[in-house]
């Protein structure tokens, strides 16, 4: 997280790439810079730790409240845009952050499961236990031929009628990430659609619980989503452009 909101900071996909370095730089699956926006509270402009321009992040739409919370731009409830568009979010505490996610009007059967965009688009594929290589499998979807123009995340799922478990590749970091905001509530809906758990569903990441309320508005229609989980500050520092090449 950087905070451009009083002053400009441009980075060169090279230079994300180093900070996000999990060895040579801070080490992150994203970079989110900070912005001012007209008309709302701020603007939340994501990058992929691969350098370029990300679709949504929903944990990081949910950092990215906190993070404008320490720095006393928002208080309680605030209104900003992110890659996807505008977005409503409610703070209630560092263990409790609501977002409200763009409606989704189509669910589609494709191959090996369901894909749904929830401001990025994704894959979730049921399974029955955890003894897929998310990595290995992920990355063969990710790549093949079905989505070779634009890519997809995807999400392996074991179905629960109290938590249900997610793993999950991203595109963009190429590799498998302990948490996923847009993958969670892709992977809820696909729950509801195809086995009927209710609202609110709460699905279990290597990274924590997160919970998923949602209206069904039609067979595939979705409105008034929320994803709600923790944003946990781990540290804050400087970092000099001029340290790197």
């Known amino acids: 997280m950087i905070d451009a909101f009083h002053e400009n900071v441009a980075l060169t996909e090279e230079k994300i790439q180093e ?6 730089g801070i080490g992150a699956d994203g970079l989110i810079i900070l912005r001012k926006h007209e008309g709302v509270d701020f603007f939340m402009d ?23 919370h320490d720095l006393g731009i928002v208080s309680k409830n605030t209104r900003f845009v ?36 929830t401001g990025s688009p994704h894959l979730v594929v049921f399974r029955n ?18 989505y070779k123009k634009e890519g997809t995340n ?10 249900s478990k997610i793993f999950t590749y991203e595109r963009g970091v190429e590799d498998e990430t302990y948490a996923c905001g847009t993958g969670t509530v892709a992977s809820a809906l696909a729950l ?14 290597k990274g924590g619980n997160l ?16 994803l709600e989980g923790s944003a946990q500050k781990t540290f804050s520092g400087f970092y000099s452009l001029d340290s790197q090449k």
């Open 19 to 24: 900070m996000c370095h999990r060895r040579f």
């Open 46 to 68: 994501f990058y992929n730790s691969d350098g370029k321009p990300g679709s949504m992040c929903g944990n990081g739409g949910r950092c990215i409240v906190a993070f404008a």
């Open 82 to 117: 992110a890659p996807d568009g505008p977005h409503e979010a409610i703070f209630y505490g560092s263990d409790k952050i609501s977002l409200k996610m763009n409606p989704v009007k189509a669910i589609e059967t494709h191959q090996k499961g369901l894909f749904i965009n």
């Open 129 to 146: 236990d955890s003894s897929m290589d998310v990595f290995r499998e992920g990355r063969e979807i990710r790549y093949s031929e079905a």
């Open 154 to 163: 995807v999400n392996f799922v074991i179905s629960d009628t109290n938590v």
């Open 192 to 205: 509801n659609h195809t086995k009927g758990l209710p609202s609110p569903i709460e699905l279990k990441a």
């Open 211 to 226: 919970k998923v309320y949602f209206k069904k508005i039609g067979a595939q229609h979705y409105d008034d989503i929320w």
